[in-house]
């Protein structure tokens, strides 16, 4: 196996194990696990991308979803815009903008697999474009109660919420999905053909991110972290594309397996 497929699941492999130490810890060996998964995450997407996709690609990826996400936080925090009224705490490493630097980065980290997920399971543009934009921002439903709980950041109006999840606003949701749109159009328009191609054997370990993310996510929520709300909004959010990605995966390998072509057709 080549170095450029076995890099990325080398790295999923280091992020897997930050995360599983996660729920077990507390403190400031907490917060330094959530800042170390942000940056592994953010190295595997964009490694990915150049080793998968090219140099344009990951340029495109970074410019659309790093400092995307850089722009439309630093808006958040100075106008309510489009997130609603927020404000970080200073636990999670230096600012710029008055925004901490690890969180677009975390906008990069899952951009690419949403991205990628929903090149795999649909082929109209627009619908692309759709998909991803959901499987990027209800991976919002686990993350900002998460992180709200943990005191990294907190909300000035919290009204309306989703039940279960006082402290989160209904609007936060909506905007994060309308950023996700934004970024995924952006994404497709200037990251060139390379990236709307389907490639399973190099884009594995991105499918294997997405799906890890929602499972332990669930997992966590429900289970470690006392959060079994957002468990329950998380799951039902994530899981309109993690659910079906997984079947069509299951799917393809069973029709790829000998003798599989011919078990389809006899039923």
Not at 166 to 194: C, F, I, Q
Request: glycine share 12%; net charge positive; proline share 7%.
């Amino acid at each position: 196996m080549s170095a450029r497929r076995v890099l990325p699941w080398a790295m999923l492999a280091l992020l897997v194990l930050a995360q599983i130490g996660y729920p077990l810890t507390g403190g400031g060996t907490r917060t330094g696990l959530t800042i170390a998964t942000v940056a592994i995450g953010f190295v595997l997407s964009v490694g990915h991308a150049v080793l998968s996709r090219g140099p344009r690609s990951a340029a495109a990826l970074v410019l659309v979803t790093t400092g995307g996400g850089l722009a439309v936080e630093a808006c958040g925090v100075a106008t309510g815009v489009p997130f609603g009224g927020y404000d970080y705490a200073g636990t999670l490493g230096p600012k710029l903008l008055g925004v901490p630097v690890v969180i677009p980065l975390a906008w990069t980290w899952m951009a690419w697999p949403a991205w990628l997920v929903a090149v795999r399971l649909v082929r109209p543009a627009v619908a692309r474009i759709a998909v991803g934009a959901v499987a990027l921002a209800a991976w919002d439903l686990f993350l900002d109660p998460q992180m709200v709980a943990e005191g990294h950041w907190t909300w000035l109006d919290t009204d309306p919420a989703l039940p279960g999840v006082p402290d989160v606003p209904v609007g936060n949701y909506l905007g994060w999905l309308a950023v996700a749109a934004v970024m995924m159009t952006l994404l497709r328009l200037t990251a060139g053909v390379d990236a709307r191609r389907v490639d399973g054997p190099a884009d594995a370990p991105m499918y294997a991110l997405y799906l890890w993310t929602y499972a332990s996510s669930l997992l966590a929520h429900a289970v470690f972290l006392g959060l079994p709300a957002s468990a329950g909004w998380g799951g039902l959010g994530m899981g309109l594309v993690a659910v079906p990605f997984a079947v069509t995966l299951i799917r393809s390998r069973r029709a790829t397996r000998p003798g599989g072509q011919q078990r389809r057709r006899a039923t």
